[in-house]
């Protein structure tokens, strides 16, 4: 790839303008799909309803955050058990206190409200909130990056292979349920499930696991309600009246209006007929606003960002590395694809955040987080190559 000599950028630096290009970029379309809505709210940091005042904050905690994960902190110092048991720790324990009444909203009801937010407040007055399963999705490809580097030689063994995986993966999963948030619970499955393959764990195991993940995953669907809902909505094409089919059905229509050229920013006039456009369908208004084109310079974007992080994994000077990196940017990836697949009518309605864009302080601070992880991998392996120091096969 490229280097830092006789004039040529190095990979670091490109990938680093890359993440600030799709920051910047999310910021300006989810100021536009949601402008007319926080018009209306107080601009205030406590005011967790106005759409960008989440993400604004996160681009703020990282404008001091990413130095430090991108040059301060060495990999090395991720690759160690006490270091990830304690992060497997914070992040159980973080996913725990969405069950307690203390961290819920004031207005909280049992029967209706799913549990996926810890909320901080002073009497009814929400001043922070934050979606801990989002954590999961660096804790995790920490985690399996670990121990499948530390049991390398040892992958055959069910014990040393496929088991440790499948047990924290399964216990994060039943947590994240539990929260009533299927789509990230199958999102975190799969992750583990493509890191491990990476890894090089055998297939029959791959086999095994997806025969009985299946089967419970089905009897889950059918066990609630909402989540069979949101199936039958897809696959019955029939006029039905709920909040998800119309979502779809405006997203189709503002797609397929943006035609080739957009009806430029702060211009789209479907998004103001979408519920909560500014969260799972804000791809939707841009793809009005912005057009083909726009949507095709976005997938370039988002595309080379996918294919540098991968590159980064491939060059990595060693497995712990070369996993972690694949395992950061994987979600972003998938999470990106499958919002777009929802916004195309694909598949049902899963929940998933479009990385960058989304509203959602914790989604935008993940995804910032993995992406000055990504870069400090790919900043270590600039160094390593200036010193001459080999890829390992």
């Known amino acids: 790839m490229l280097r830092e000599k006789h004039g040529i950028i190095r990979d670091d630096y490109i ?12 910021l300006v379309i989810l100021y536009s799909a949601s402008y007319l809505f926080a018009m209306n709210q107080p ?3 406590s005011n967790a309803r106005a759409p960008l005042t989440g993400n604004f904050a996160a ?48 207005l909280h009801d049992p029967g209706t409200d799913v549990m996926r937010w810890i909320v901080l407040k002073v009497g009814d007055k929400e001043l922070v909130t934050f979606q801990p399963s989002e954590l999961i999705k660096i804790t995790l490809p920490l985690y399996l990056a670990y121990i499948l580097d530390k049991n390398s030689e040892r992958l055959d063994s069910f014990v040393y292979g496929p088991l440790p995986p499948v047990v924290v993966t399964a ?32 297939l029959r195991w791959f086999v095994l696991t997806i025969a009985l993940v299946i089967p419970a995953a089905f009897m889950l669907i059918n066990s609630n309600a909402r989540w069979s809902q949101r199936i039958d909505n897809f696959i019955n094409k029939a006029e039905i009246v709920s909040s998800g089919r119309t979502q779809i059905d405006f997203s189709l229509e503002a797609v397929k209006s943006g035609g080739f050229w957009g009806k430029g920013f702060g211009h789209g006039t479907l998004k103001t007929r979408m519920p909560e456009v500014h969260g799972d369908f804000v791809f939707a208004s ?46 972003i990836i998938v999470q990106t694809l499958l919002n777009i697949a929802v916004v195309a009518g694909i598949i049902p309605v ?7 864009v989304s509203s959602g302080g914790s989604s935008m601070l993940i995804t910032l987080i993995s992406a000055a992880l990504i870069v400090n991998i790919t900043r270590r392996n600039a160094i390593l190559d200036d010193m001459g120091v080999h890829r390992v096969r």
């Not at 991720?78 to 969405?98: E, H």
């Not at 539990?178 to 890191?195: C, E, K, M, R, Y």
């Not at 899963?350 to 960058?356: C, E, I, K, S």
């Open 15 to 26: 990938l680093l303008a890359v993440v600030l290009l799709l920051t910047m970029l999310g």
């Open 43 to 45: 601009w205030r940091f």
């Open 59 to 106: 681009c703020l905690i990282m404008v001091v955050l990413f130095p430090v994960l991108m040059i301060l902190i060495k990999i090395e110092w991720l690759n160690n058990g006490k270091v990830i048991f304690g992060i497997i720790t914070v992040t159980a324990i973080l996913n725990m206190l969405p069950f307690f009444p203390y961290f819920q909203r004031a």
């Open 171 to 202: 216990g994060f999963c039943t947590i994240v349920l539990l929260q009533s948030n299927f789509s990230d619970a199958v999102l975190i499955a799969f992750i583990s499930l493509v890191i491990c393959f990476a890894a090089g764990i055998r």
């Open 286 to 331: 841009f793809a009005e606003e912005s057009g083909f084109l726009g949507v095709l310079g976005y997938l370039f974007l988002i595309g080379f960002f996918g294919f540098l992080g991968y590159v980064t994994a491939w060059r990595s000077k060693d497995r712990f590395a070369q996993l972690l990196a694949f395992g950061l940017v994987t979600p």
């Open 350 to 356: 899963t929940g998933v955040p479009l990385p960058f």
